[in-house]
């Protein structure tokens, strides 16, 4: 098994998206980036904010796009050839439909749902979707056609709520990830529920 040396977290760029669902990925990134004291400098060759730690003996590496969602891979695998990072590597944080607001859950592989941050990011690193998710739920809006207004706005207050509460479990299990591995953070997130 390897171990992660790169984390990205999806989002759409500029205030209008801040706060929307969508940008999961990016609200856990803020945090890691609070827990962790470091700070993300915009690198135009990456397509990205960038920051580089060494985290209890592990360098790692943290990556928000810059590009827009459905672009997002371009940015995940210029930084990843740059510094040679496989795709077993790599975590990415996400939104997503499938699970309800106050869950989170790690996962190695599989399509991309129709997220087009994932779409994306799969086609740029060679069709390969042997990276590993870190889910955000955000719940779905109970329509497909509904999903683009819904991801791209705000959580209501009480979801609000869960997804806070799972952020902080997932910031934790991001120190259980980088200290003990996959694995045993994978098995402690994919049991938490707010």
């Given at each position: 098994m390897s171990e992660i040396k790169l984390i990205v977290g999806l989002g759409n760029p500029g205030d209008k998206y801040t706060d929307t669902r969508h940008n999961a990925g990016e609200w856990l990134i803020a945090r890691l980036a609070r827990r962790y004291?470091?700070?993300?400098?915009?690198?135009?060759?990456?397509?990205?904010?960038?920051a580089r730690a060494i985290i209890h003996g592990h360098e790692i590496r943290f990556l928000v796009p810059t590009t827009f969602?459905?672009?997002?891979?371009?940015?995940v695998s210029a930084l990843a050839n740059f510094y040679r990072i496989k795709p077993e590597e790599i975590l990415v944080i996400h939104d997503e439909l499938d699970l309800p607001p106050g869950v989170v859950k790690i996962k190695q592989g599989g399509g991309h749902g129709g997220h087009n941050g994932l779409r994306d990011t799969i086609a740029q690193l060679a069709n390969n979707k042997n990276f590993y998710r870190l889910r955000v739920g955000i719940g779905h809006p109970g329509d497909k056609n509904l999903v683009s207004a819904y991801v791209l706005s705000k959580p209501s207050p009480t979801d609000w709520q869960l997804i806070d509460k799972a952020l902080d479990e997932a910031t934790a299990c991001i120190e259980v990830l980088i200290k003990e591995g996959i694995t045993k953070a994978t098995n402690r997130l994919n049991s938490f529920k707010a």
């Amino acid at each position: 098994m390897s171990e992660i040396k790169l984390i990205v977290g999806l989002g759409n760029p500029g205030d209008k998206y801040t706060d929307t669902r969508h940008n999961a990925g990016e609200w856990l990134i803020a945090r890691l980036a609070r827990r962790y004291n470091i700070n993300l400098v915009l690198e135009n060759k990456y397509f990205g904010k960038t920051a580089r730690a060494i985290i209890h003996g592990h360098e790692i590496r943290f990556l928000v796009p810059t590009t827009f969602m459905n672009l997002s891979g371009k940015a995940v695998s210029a930084l990843a050839n740059f510094y040679r990072i496989k795709p077993e590597e790599i975590l990415v944080i996400h939104d997503e439909l499938d699970l309800p607001p106050g869950v989170v859950k790690i996962k190695q592989g599989g399509g991309h749902g129709g997220h087009n941050g994932l779409r994306d990011t799969i086609a740029q690193l060679a069709n390969n979707k042997n990276f590993y998710r870190l889910r955000v739920g955000i719940g779905h809006p109970g329509d497909k056609n509904l999903v683009s207004a819904y991801v791209l706005s705000k959580p209501s207050p009480t979801d609000w709520q869960l997804i806070d509460k799972a952020l902080d479990e997932a910031t934790a299990c991001i120190e259980v990830l980088i200290k003990e591995g996959i694995t045993k953070a994978t098995n402690r997130l994919n049991s938490f529920k707010a």
